[in-house]
């Protein structure tokens, strides 16, 4: 059997469990001709026990009208959040700290993304992680 062609890959951010034939799901899944309530069945079954996070789905769709995708873990910023339990980072990065992060939280930040990011050293996506963190008006230690 041959390898099925790709046609395209798409990327979307939605809520765990409970993403819906509405936009984004239906007009980014509809204008390649997908079965739009089979890929949300199977995503929120897929999310169900990760529900109140957002998590990105990477979607591989195929010359013959098929897909598979993949879930990714949910973006570093919505980790740090998380972290520091608020919700939402400071409205003027770099004058305003929104919280601070200490080393242990960015590490383990770090390591629990890494195979999300574009490096295999746990030093720089602490890098990665902290500069995020900056970009939100959050202080890291």
């Given at each position: 059997m041959a390898a099925k062609k790709v046609k395209t890959l798409l990327k979307l951010n939605l809520p765990a469990g409970k993403a819906t034939a509405a936009p984004p799901v239906g007009p980014a899944l509809g204008q390649h001709g997908l079965a739009i309530m089979e890929f949300v069945k199977a995503y929120n079954e897929r999310t169900?026990?990760?529900?109140?996070?957002?998590?990105?789905?990477?979607?591989?769709?195929?010359?013959?009208?098929?897909?598979?995708?993949?879930?990714?873990?949910?973006?570093?910023?919505?980790?740090?959040?998380?972290?520091?339990?608020?919700?939402?980072?400071?409205?003027?990065?770099?004058?305003?700290?929104?919280?601070?992060?200490?080393?242990?939280?960015?590490?383990?930040?770090?390591?629990?993304?890494?195979?999300?990011?574009?490096?295999?050293?746990?030093?720089?996506?602490?890098?990665?992680?902290a500069g995020t963190a900056r970009s939100m008006g959050i202080d890291v230690e």
């Open positions: 169900a026990k990760l529900e109140g996070q957002t998590i990105p789905a990477v979607i591989t769709v195929y010359e013959d009208r098929t897909f598979t995708f993949v879930t990714k873990l949910p973006p570093v910023a919505a980790m740090i959040k998380k972290a520091l339990g608020i919700d939402k980072g400071g409205g003027k990065a770099g004058r305003e700290s929104a919280g601070k992060l200490t080393k242990a939280q960015v590490e383990q930040i770090a390591k629990d993304k890494l195979a999300d990011l574009n490096t295999d050293d746990v030093s720089q996506a602490m890098k990665v992680v």
